[in-house]
């Protein structure tokens, strides 16, 4: 029997998957899920957090909502720019 090999990258893979029906989507989900490692996901994710904590230690909670209003009247300036 001749053996073949086909070399896919990720976005080849991922656009296959998201062509296939939802049963065997989830059958691929519940393979993976098996696999993964949930403390070592919550060690990073923690990590995540502390470094985004850190970084952003020396701003003001007053300064990060003035920040979050102005990005909101942009994104809602831009939203009804494009309606019009």
């Known amino acids: 029997m001749a053996q073949v090999t086909v070399q896919l990258d990720f976005d080849k893979i991922l656009t ?3 062509q296939l029906p939802q049963a065997q989507k989830v ?3 519940q393979s993976l ?3 993964l490692n949930r403390d070592e996901i919550n060690r990073e994710f923690a990590r ?3 470094e ?3 970084a952003n230690a020396h701003f003001s909670e007053t300064e990060v909502n003035a920040d979050i ?3 909101i009247r942009q994104v809602r300036a831009e939203t009804t720019a494009r309606r019009s």
Do not use: C, G, P, V
């Open 16 to 18: 296959a998957i998201k």
């Open 27 to 29: 059958q691929i989900w």
């Open 33 to 35: 899920d098996a696999e």
């Open 48 to 50: 995540a957090l502390e």
């Open 52 to 54: 985004i904590w850190t």
């Open 69 to 71: 209003k102005t990005a």
